[in-house]
Each structure stands twice: as structure tokens, then as C-alpha cells.
């Protein structure tokens, strides 16, 4: 079982730059594809980008592709997100999320452990 706390969310204004951070409790993170979602008030949680249990391939959604780079340090239990380039509709409820090991796809319904996540407020 994994735990997951998200920090590092906060507000910026549009073109900057934040960096989340998600912790994983247990010793079998590095048996997890980690991914990160969003979900906006009114709107479907969104797929943002998933990153292979070693860190090997990275995985991103098309809105995000190019401005925000998915990492994790399985020494540390940790996946971070940067954001760079970072626009009003960026803003949403950033979640991270464990599925198994092979997963590679973007359904929600497929990571089975998931954290509390943390506010992204990006302002024009």
C-alpha cells in the first residue's frame, strides 16, 4: 500500500513557474507508474502526465506537452511535477497517483492509490 502527500502548489501569475512534489509512504514505490492529474471546478479530472516505474518513459497529456516535465527519485519516494509556462487554465486541484508497475495509460480508474492534492491558482 502507498500513501501519497502532495505539496508545492500556490498561486503564480500566467508565464510562471511552479513545482509540485508528492511523497510516497512504503517500500515498494519504485514498484509504481506514478502519474499526475488535474481537476478544475465544473470539469473531469484531467491526465497530465505518468512516469514509468524507473523513471525510463515519460508519458504526458496533450495540453501540458512541452511545459511541464514529469521526474521521480525512487531512493527519495518522490515524483515532482515542474510547470513551466504555466497559464490561467492551468489552474485546477493537482493529484498524484500510483498504478502498477507496467500501467501506461491516462484512465483515472486504473491508479489505484491517490493523494489529497493541492491547489494550482495561475492568474492573466
Known amino acids: 500500500q502507498v500513501q501519497l502527500v502532495e505539496s508545492g502548489g500556490g498561486s503564480v501569475q500566467a508565464g510562471g513557474s511552479l513545482r509540485l512534489s508528492c511523497a510516497a509512504s512504503?517500500?515498494?514505490?519504485?514498484?509504481?507508474?506514478m502519474g499526475w492529474f488535474r481537476q478544475a471546478p465544473g470539469k473531469e479530472r484531467e491526465f497530465v502526465a505518468l512516469?514509468?516505474?524507473?523513471?525510463?518513459?515519460?508519458y504526458y497529456g496533450a495540453s501540458v506537452k512541452g511545459r511541464f516535465t514529469i521526474s521521480r527519485d525512487n531512493a527519495k519516494n518522490t515524483v515532482d511535477l515542474q510547470m513551466n509556462s504555466l497559464k490561467p487554465e492551468d489552474t485546477a486541484v493537482y493529484y498524484c497517483?500510483?498504478?502498477?508497475?507496467?500501467?501506461?495509460?491516462?484512465?483515472?480508474?486504473?491508479?489505484?492509490?491517490w493523494g489529497q492534492g493541492t491547489q494550482v491558482t495561475v492568474s492573466s
Open positions: 512516469i514509468s516505474w524507473s523513471g525510463g518513459s515519460t
Open positions: 512504503g517500500r515498494t514505490f519504485s514498484s509504481y507508474a
Open positions: 497517483a500510483a498504478a502498477a508497475a507496467y500501467y501506461r495509460g491516462t484512465d483515472s480508474r486504473n491508479y489505484d492509490y
